[in-house]
Structure formats: C-alpha cells, structure tokens
C-alpha cells in the first residue's frame, strides 16, 4: 500500500502554531479513526505524540493536538518550543489485510 | 517500567536470514493482552511496520514481506523475534521492537520503543 503523504518540511517561530497535514485514502485515514502521530529525535526512537486520531499518551504536552477530516489528519503544535525541532511521522490504520501504513515525514524546524 | 531491547548482529550478507530478538522487561509477555510488533525504518523508504505477534503465537505480517517473514515469541524468555530470510541491501535499516498504546491492537499507537538496532547487509 502507498504510503501517506506528508509535507517535506515545516517551519515556524517560537511561540507560534504549526499544522503538518497527512493525507491518505477512503482505504486508511478517512475510514478509521487510529491515526498516529509520532516525533522522531536524530538518532533516537520514535516517540508517540497522538493516537486514535486526537488521544495524547500520558506524558505528552497538550500543546501537541491532533484532527482528522475526511481523508486528511493533522497534527498542530502550539506555542512551539526549540525542542519540538524533529521528524514527525503520521500513520493509519489500514484494515485486516494490510493492517498499516506511515507516512514519509516532515522536518519541522524551529527558527 | 516496560522496556524493549533488540538484539542480533548488525551485518548480514545478501541472500542470507536477519534474525534479531527484542527482550521485554518490567512486564510479562503471557500476561499482557498486547501484540508485540516489528518495525524498521531506512533512509529510501521511511518507517515501515514488518508485523506484529500475540503471546499464543498469532502472527500478523506486512504483505509485502510476508513471504520472508517470520515472527516468533519464547514467553518463558519473555522475548520475542523476527526472521527476515533472503535478505538484500534494501533491508539494510535500524529496527525497533514496539508495543502498541491499546491492548489487543495489531497497528495502533506504538507507545513503547526499543532503541532500535542497526542492520546492515553487505557482503
């Protein structure tokens, strides 16, 4: 299955708000509500910051919020902070044949 | 506090079997309704989910590696493994072992990670 398509890259400024879109299919993202989001660190493990669509884990700031319309999500950071400069990752759950799909990352600098 | 470990060699030859085994800690394979999972991630392709186990030994596997795949749990070892057969550069990636925020989930929200081991294959 192909896999969902995120933006390359993102930017803002401290303190301000970013949105990444992931957008996918009536197959995966607009049919089931177990949209992920994951922040990625250089060299570290991937961390998950949403789940079923708009479900912070424990732990996680909630100025990280996250949405789902039709076959689009997005995750929204808000007052961003230096270290929210990462790699983030969506993914969806895909049904009981293929069962999951990432997509390709965006780059979120912090300026 | 649960932990991942994955383990096994980090360079592997072309056509040959990548085996590696992630070893639980801080809670009990055959006591959690959890599926355990396989997920590995290289430069060209992204992350990719390679499959996920059940304690009794259900196996759900990415199709497009099904026919190469093999996923095992030893419960009285609280581990379990991944065997990629017929390996090519184009598996070389770091894999993590992960287990998924909601219990009885195949793909879901990972909220546990291994560090992730880094595979090489080359001759």
């Known amino acids: 299955q192909s896999a969902l398509t995120q933006p390359a890259s993102v930017s803002g400024s401290p303190g301000q708000s970013i949105s990444i879109s992931c957008t996918g299919s009536?197959?995966?993202?607009?049919?089931?509500?177990?949209v992920s989001w994951y922040q990625q660190h250089p060299g570290k493990a991937p961390k998950l910051m949403i789940f079923a669509v708009s479900n912070r884990p424990s732990g996680v700031s909630d100025r990280f919020s996250g949405s789902k319309s039709g076959n689009t999500a997005s995750l929204t950071i808000s007052g961003l902070q230096a270290d929210d400069e990462a790699d983030y990752y969506c993914s969806s759950y895909t049904g009981t044949m293929t069962f999951g799909v990432f997509g390709g990352g965006t780059k979120l600098t912090v300026l | 506090q649960l932990q991942l470990q994955e383990s096994g060699p980090g360079l592997v030859k072309p056509s040959e079997t990548l085996s590696l085994t992630c070893t639980v800690s801080g809670a009990s394979i055959s006591r959690n309704t959890y599926y355990w999972a396989w997920i590995r991630q290289s430069p060209g392709k992204g992350l990719e989910w390679i499959g996920s186990?059940?304690?009794?030994?259900?196996?759900y596997y990415n199709p497009s590696l099904r026919s190469r795949v093999t996923i095992s749990v030893d419960t009285s070892k609280n581990q379990f493994s991944l065997r990629l057969s017929s390996v090519t550069v184009a598996d070389t990636a770091v894999y993590y072992c992960?287990?998924?925020?909601?219990?009885?989930?195949?793909?879901?929200?990972?909220?546990?990670w291994g560090q992730g081991t880094t595979v090489t294959v080359s001759s």
């Open positions: 186990i059940y304690y009794s030994g259900s196996a």
């Open positions: 009536s197959r995966d993202i607009g049919a089931y509500n177990y």
């Open positions: 992960a287990r998924p925020a909601v219990p009885a989930a195949i793909f879901h929200g990972m909220d546990v």
